[in-house]
């Protein structure tokens, strides 16, 4: 069981360039959840999919903020035109639809940094 | 607003001690509870959740919830230099728990030698 993968694992761009990260799931995981994490603060929910379907994103940060999962396995959070309050921790996490309780697991996540 | 809180610490505890670490929530009809474990520059490591009212062991790790006071502690048994780390509180959603977690801003814990 080769746990949830993140790629790339640092990614330091110039503001205002656009961001692509990746996440593929735990394999027979359906659910896949994006977070982002700052310096001393708690991983804070941004959207989630059940299999290729998108069921809340009101949680994203502003419309620069985009996540696909087009055919229901890896996913992918797009950030567009770059800010320096971007900077942070982005993890994804994954959990199994059978699991009554939803417990989640987490990748490594992508550390973006905007200069 | 939705919060979960925990106190940030540090909390220093000697080696072999009994480290406890506790977390309050606002939203009383919160279904389940859960602990992970945060090393620095790392993500989160699940060690624990709770769903129901009282106690629930695994190894050195419980669990206690109470639902009536909106509380719930993880209490860590013979301490080790290895459980140095933050711990996050988190709380799945009243409608089914199939929506994000809410996390509290985590307990930074240090066992000493």
Redesign the interface.
Known sequence: DTGVSQDPRHKITKRGQNVTFRCDPISEHNRLYWYRQTLGQGPEFLTYFQNEAQLEKSRLLSDRFSAERPKGSFSTLEIQRTEQGDSAMYLCASSEKTRTYNEQFFGPGTRLTVL | QKE?EQN?GPLSVPEGAIASLNCTYSDRGS??F?W?RQYSG?????IM?I?SNGDKEDGRFTAQLNKASQYVSLLIRDSQPSDSATY?C?V?PPRG??????????THLIIQP
């Open positions: 979960v940030s279904q389940s859960f992970y790392k993500s989160p490591e699940l959740f769903y996050l988190a799945s728990g199939a929506d994000g977690l809410t996390f509290g801003k985590g």
